[in-house]
């Protein structure tokens, strides 16, 4: 029996930077940016993730026939972060089941409205796409099974919280829909947060979260690996203007401005 040879994608390879946290033969781990779509959609074909890998990666192997990159999970276009992608088909069969079997172990930052009381706390509601606005999910009892870990790592005078999110299942949006059901949605999400619950003085443009760590056992040595993604400037940048905006509250006053 001959095995075809694999045909070449239609997405376009581009010439767009990567920062590259790892790769190898098999799998290619990137930081990647917010703004970015993870692949083409009928309405955006170019300036993707895929786009970019495709001029990147010179060894892809083929995925189900189509020399193209494996992704076997994916990063919202607005959040920032570690992502995993197959090279081949046995890293892909690989990497699949593992998120399949909810291995993967993953962590998220994530810059959330308001102050958050409990130290740590499990949010545990089902999941399903809202009857109305395509776009968003909801939390519902009827909803795929969801279940994220979150934990406190720093409160800004109740103007906001950073916590680490750590998601147990992989549903679309799950840490967004998770936190607005908290009653403390991501700062700057244009789905599930109101512009209001921008503290004043503080300029956010884009969804607060960010992919920070996974964790997986790699599908050829069979090694457990983990990889951790520097925050980029803004996410940095938006945690230093809180504690700027914090520090000048504990002191009884607001710099100018920022009322």
């Known amino acids: 029996m001959m095995i075809p040879t694999p045909k070449p994608t239609e997405v376009l390879p581009e010439a767009i930077e990567l920062h590259i946290l790892y ?30 890998l495709l001029n990147h990666c010179d060894d892809l192997q083929g995925i189900g026939g189509e020399i193209r990159p494996g992704i076997v999970h994916r990063l919202d276009k607005e959040t920032s972060g570690v ?18 079997a909810r291995t993967v172990h993953k962590e998220y930052l994530a810059i959330a409205s308001g102050y958050i009381s409990k130290d740590s706390w499990e949010v545990s509601v089902g999941l399903k796409r809202h009857p109305v606005q395509r776009l968003k999910m909801m939390a519902d009892r009827s909803g795929k099974a969801a279940v994220t870990l979150f934990k406190v790592l720093k409160r800004f005078e109740g103007m906001a919280t950073l916590v680490l999110a750590t998601p147990k299942t992989g549903r679309t949006h799950q840490i967004r829909v998770h936190l607005k059901a908290f009653g403390h949605p991501i700062l700057g999400d244009p ?7 921008i503290p ?17 056992v790699h599908p050829r040595t069979g090694n457990r690996i983990s990889f951790v993604a520097p925050p980029p400037m803004d996410f940095k940048e ?16 607001l710099p100018p401005g920022s009322e």
């Not at 789905?191 to 619950?197: D, E």
């Open 191 to 197: 789905l599930y947060s109101r512009r209001g619950q």
């Open 238 to 253: 938006t945690l230093v203007k809180l504690w700027s905006l914090a520090k000048h509250m504990t002191r009884g006053y």
């Open 83 to 100: 992502i995993v992608i197959a090279k081949n088909d046995l890293s892909h069969r690989s990497l699949s089941s593992q998120f399949k």
């Open 23 to 52: 790769e190898d033969h098999d799998i290619i781990v990137v930081n990647k940016p917010a703004g970015m779509l993870t692949h083409p959609t009928p309405s955006k074909t170019s300036g993707t993730l895929v786009n970019a």
């Open 200 to 216: 004043s003085g503080l300029n956010v443009q884009r969804l607060m979260l960010h992919a920070l760590k996974i964790e997986f």
